[in-house]
């Protein structure tokens, strides 16, 4: 038994993907005849029909449907081992790529990154953004190796993806000019629910963070005049920089407008008991990996730079606390 070849299953996948045999032929750059060679060879090695012929067009069968599970695995760890090997050469050259949510990934990342990026400059960076809860799933199926995100993990996740905090920033409850809070500066928890407010969507971590503490403080979102969500924190902040209600939105995001005055920072005072004490909203930032999957060298050094970074600045706000 000859026993079946990584060039046959990446051919077998490309044709499984398109359902079409030139298709296939033309993502790999070899010819027609040979794609249909290697489906033949397969199928008369093992006795299986791995796809069905019906006039012009093509379906996968049962025992396709099967080898195709299996040869993604196959040639993801193929690619991974690769990669692998690739990064023994000093960290010299290779890819890494990273998962960030949105606040993360323009607010906060940037900055590790280039730090990375000045000590191993033939590293490729790949980043995508996206929300929190995409960032997980993403991260679970190995599509990122690893992930950074402000929200908390999906039970479903938590056997699946490791995660630690990194980092953390504050959600601050911001208005604009226009609005009648902004001369105020501060307002009692219970007004809260007499403003109109603009919200991210399911699925963010602002969001999913803003919610629980809505909780902790007394009060069902359904009691809040939600008039606008957005599906990102830039669009949720110009709306208010327009004077549309108030919305929770991370410091981070929110610097250089409280700097211009262009949006103030309300100062919220729980006046449910005597003590009247202000509350703040303080979320983490967690580095997510899967608990299974290899991880490359590349990765393991990312995650020393950040680390080194959250310990840069848990001794710089020591270091005020003292002055």
């Keep these: 038994m000859a026993g079946m070849t990584l060039e046959q299953l990446r051919i077998f996948v490309a044709v499984a993907e398109h359902l079409h045999f030139t298709r296939a032929a033309e993502e790999l750059y070899i010819t027609q005849p040979a794609v249909s060679a290697a489906i033949q060879s397969l199928e008369q090695e093992y006795r299986v029909k791995l796809f069905h012929r019906i006039g012009r067009h093509i379906e996968i069968a049962e025992a396709g449907k099967l080898l195709k599970v299996e040869a993604r695995k196959i040639l993801d760890q193929v690619a991974l081992t690769e990669r692998g090997l690739r990064e023994l050469n000093n960290l010299q050259r290779g890819e890494l790529k990273l998962g960030a949510s949105l606040t993360i990934g323009n607010y906060w990342l940037p900055s590790k990154i280039s730090d990375f990026k000045s000590q ?21 199926m190995g599509q990122f190796d690893l992930g950074l995100v402000e929200g908390d993990v999906k039970p479903s996740l938590q056997t699946t993806l490791e995660y630690e905090i990194m980092g953390s920033d504050r959600l601050q409850i911001v208005v604009g000019k226009t609005h009648p809070w902004f001369e105020r500066g501060e307002i009692y928890l219970t007004e809260l629910t007499q403003t109109p407010w603009v919200m991210r969507e399911h699925g963010s971590g602002t969001q999913q963070r803003f919610e629980e503490a809505l909780e902790n403080w007394g009060i069902n979102l359904n009691e809040l005049n939600v ?42 005072i729980d006046n449910r008991d005597k003590r009247g004490i202000s509350v703040e909203i303080v979320r983490p930032f967690f580095k997510l990996k899967h608990r299974q999957r290899f991880q490359t060298a590349l990765s393991k050094t990312f995650e020393q730079t950040l680390i080194s970074s959250l310990l840069d600045d848990t001794h710089k706000s020591s270091s005020m606390s003292v002055n």
């Design 227 to 268: 008039i606008l969500v957005f599906n990102s924190g830039e669009m949720a902040k110009a709306a208010i920089e327009n004077g549309v209600g108030a919305t929770g939105i991370s410091e981070l995001m929110v610097k250089k407008e409280l700097q211009l005055g262009t949006l103030r920072a309300i100062r919220v």
């Design 120 to 140: 191993y400059p033939g590293i490729s960076v790949d980043c995508t953004l996206a929300n929190a809860e995409t960032i997980c799933v993403g991260t679970a």
